[in-house]
């Protein structure tokens, strides 16, 4: 079984709904990140979070929020999707025993297209 | 301005060459990744280092800390390889390369 999922891995919605993109994992990973891909560009960091208690923004996070249910579970959300959140969306996972940057784990990525 | 910049953006090979990519970067780091992202779009971790070399079958890592710079090397390229190779840093936060797309020929 995979370390990390992601649900759905496919979704198509249209402009102005609300849509909610699921991460889960099995590593018992403290640290837990949502990038989004798109074409030309590098993975960008919308959010992150290093605990359940702790949420941080990254480079990107307009027009996103993110709920750390618990330590396994890190959801992201669009609360009025627009089409050019279209793109490929990551989520990773880190252990935090060093303190440093450590080896990241990425889920198999939710392709989301806004029509 | 991208704090990490990969070279070459696009690589064809014949299968048995030897392969370099090279990853550039402009900020202050704590270690550099290299990851690997089938056509599928999966992302796998090849390579974690701050500093010297690494090594793992075909595939190897360095990094000159003093320089910036990071290079990933395949030795006898095989058409699995083909993939796209992306370059990550950790400063005050996490940069990412735009990737480089291997396509390895038989």
């Known amino acids: 079984d995979a370390d990390v999922t992601q649900t759905p891995r496919n979704r198509i919605t249209k402009t102005g709904k609300r849509i909610m993109l699921e991460c889960s994992q099995t590593?018992?990973?403290?640290?837990m990140y949502w990038y989004r891909q798109d074409p030309g560009l590098g993975l960008r960091l919308i959010y992150y979070?290093?605990?359940?208690?702790?949420?941080n923004k990254g480079e990107i996070s307009d027009g996103y929020s993110v709920s750390r249910q618990a330590q396994a579970k890190f959801s992201l959300s669009l609360e009025s999707a627009i089409p050019n959140q279209t793109a490929l969306y990551f989520c990773?996972?880190?252990?935090?025993?060093?303190?440093?940057?450590?080896?990241?784990?990425f889920g198999p990525g939710t392709r989301l297209t806004v029509l | 301005k991208n704090e990490v910049e990969q070279s070459p953006q696009n690589l064809t090979a014949q299968e048995g060459e030897f392969i370099t990519i090279n990853c550039s970067y402009s900020?202050?780091?704590?270690?550099l990744h290299w990851l690997q992202q089938h056509p599928g779009g999966g992302i796998v971790s090849l390579f974690m280092?701050?500093?010297g070399k690494k090594k793992h079958g075909r595939l190897i890592a360095t990094i000159n800390i003093q320089e910036k710079h990071s290079s990933l090397h395949i030795t006898a390229s095989h058409p699995r390889d083909s993939a796209v190779y992306i370059c990550?840093?950790?400063?005050?936060?996490?940069?990412f390369g735009t990737g480089t797309s291997l396509t390895v020929i038989p």
């Open positions: 990773a996972t880190s252990d935090d025993t060093s303190g440093s940057y450590n080896e990241q784990f």
């Open positions: 590593k018992g990973h403290d640290r």
């Open positions: 979070s290093f605990d359940v208690k702790d949420i």
């Open positions: 900020v202050g780091i704590s270690a």
């Open positions: 280092l701050s500093s």
């Open positions: 990550a840093v950790r400063s005050n936060q996490f940069y």
